[in-house]
């Protein structure tokens, strides 16, 4: 629930859309994903696609404070 929380937050920030994987890779050859690490820390890094290919940068998320 934190995730979609700090997405909708991100998304009304960046005034960008929240899109499902397929709806991004339709949509456009960059996107902004956010997900959780190995550490379960939200991670929010820009991919190409189709490749899926990371292009950076990548932000680490520790914590949230609303």
């Known amino acids: 629930m934190e995730d979609l929380r700090v997405a909708e937050a991100f998304s009304k920030f960046f005034s960008v859309p929240i899109l ?7 949509a456009g050859p960059t996107l902004m994903c956010l997900m959780r690490d190995k550490a379960n820390r939200i991670a929010i890094t820009f991919m190409v696609e189709p490749n899926h290919v990371e292009v950076g940068p990548r932000i680490t998320v520790s914590s949230v404070e609303w």
């Open 20 to 26: 499902s994987m397929d709806e991004a890779v339709k």
